[in-house]
């Protein structure tokens, strides 16, 4: 059963007996820390009757609570269309790290898939690139005893040797398949195999897990699984070890008990489109020979009483070849209007002054085409003129085969000043 939200949407009422609220209240709570969300992702009010309300605030993606998928639409899309998990997902392959390659997914039916589906795609294709010479081998220390030397002496140990000085106990290094990548694996395709909604791909899933029967099924931990080393030999599986690493960080609370059932993929919405349109930008100012920048700038000179400078942190600076700031841009994870609020207009415009930057923009998501917005500011201190733009990103766009160029070459119209011109 699915359940579908939008986020920041109308709340959607079902009845309380179809929902495990415990599991759903853990999920909330586990993924809130994740997060750093100041509320549960998944807001449950109980409007008797047997029934409650779900409401979903600053998240998207999709979560399991026993057998129901909830999936959540970020609010600038539509969560009648499925269409919106792809957009996401395009947006990921360039957010989480750049290892999800987009090439690994069928771009004709990419669009229909779930987000399970789309990673274990990934996975599949990765696993089948990299493990085609077999798995790295590697050394996993014991603790033995004998009346032979067979490793190093276990000094933690030395008492029983006092006590039982025929006996030695030791550490020795074996060289094993058991090793933290291969569990990681065996996890993963385990996992995968069991939400997700193609039975071809959950079959070829159960293959890769039976080859790795001889291994643990218990997953390395999280710390262990990012710090997992991988040789030229074996790049290819960086990606289904992206995966490994996700599945780790949405698995439910009991997994290392050996429960396989995820408890999904959420991700912090603003966080993922600010990364996003900080990347655009990087790509549009690479385009035109200029490079970007996210730094703290200081301001202002205290002349009487307690205090220190003033700051401000735009989300993206552009600098020319000789390393003069020239535009900044601001990404605004809100709806787009007619103008922008009080509070964001301030806020950039003080970064103008203080960089001396008279092309500055605020960067809206949206689902459809608009125009863009441009105010000329007048300083009536003697100070250059500044354009202010409310630049509209349409990021249904990314459907569409050029659909990121089309992004980029907005972003660079903006930077040259021709964002207002027909």
Not at 48 to 67: M, Y
Not at 350 to 355: E, F, Q, S
Not at 362 to 381: F, G, Q, R
Request: charged share 20%.
């Amino acid at each position: 059963m699915r359940i579908k939200l939008q986020e920041y949407g109308e709340p959607i009422v079902q009845k309380v007996d179809l929902i495990d609220l415990y599991t759903l209240a853990e999920a909330n709570k586990r993924w809130r820390s994740i997060l750093g969300l100041a509320g549960d992702p998944i807001r449950v009010q109980d409007i008797g009757n047997g029934l409650i309300k779900l409401r979903a605030e600053a998240v998207t993606g999709v979560v399991r609570v026993g057998d129901i998928d909830i999936e959540i639409a970020p609010k600038f899309l539509t969560a009648d269309d499925d269409s919106w998990q792809s957009v996401l997902w395009r947006i990921l392959t360039v957010v989480e790290g750049g290892l999800i390659d987009d090439r690994m997914t069928s771009a004709h039916h990419s669009a229909s898939l779930s987000i399970p589906d789309l990673l274990a795609e990934v996975f599949l294709a990765s696993y089948a690139k990299g493990a085609s010479r077999g798995l790295p081998r590697g050394y996993l220390s014991e603790r033995r005893e004998g009346s032979t030397l067979r490793g190093r002496l276990d000094t933690s140990r030395i008492g029983e040797w006092f006590a039982r000085p025929w006996i030695l106990p030791y550490i020795s290094d074996d060289l094993t398949d058991n090793t933290a990548l291969a569990r990681l694996l065996r996890w993963s395709a385990e996992c995968l195999s069991e939400t997700v909604q193609a039975a071809a791909r959950a079959r070829a899933l159960r293959v890769i897990a039976g080859q790795l029967a001889h291994v643990s099924n218990r997953p390395p931990r999280l710390a262990e699984a990012q710090k997992i080393p991988l040789g030229l030999q074996y790049k290819g599986l960086e990606s289904a070890k992206m995966v490994g690493i996700l599945l780790l960080e949405g698995a439910g609370i009991h997994h290392f008990a050996g429960e396989h059932k995820l408890s999904g993929f959420l991700w912090n919405s603003n966080t993922i489109y600010e990364n996003y349109v900080y990347w655009l930008c990087r790509r549009a100012a690479s385009h035109q020979g200029k490079r970007i920048n996210k730094s703290e700038s200081s301001f202002g000179h205290v002349l009487s009483g307690q205090g220190s400078k003033l700051k401000t942190t735009p989300d993206v600076v552009f600098y020319n070849t000789e390393g003069v700031p020239i535009a900044i841009a601001d990404a605004k994870y809100k709806n787009f209007g007619s103008r922008p609020k009080a509070s964001d207009t301030y806020q950039i415009i003080t970064a103008a002054h203080v960089l001396g930057c008279t092309r500055v923009s605020l960067t809206y998501p949206v689902s459809v085409d608009h125009e863009p917005t441009v105010w000329l500011i007048k300083s009536a201190l003697g100070s250059e003129d500044i354009e202010l733009t409310a630049l509209p990103l349409n990021l249904m766009g990314l459907l569409q085969p050029r659909g990121q160029e089309a992004l980029i070459d907005t972003i660079g119209d903006w930077l040259v000043g021709n964002s207002h011109m027909p």
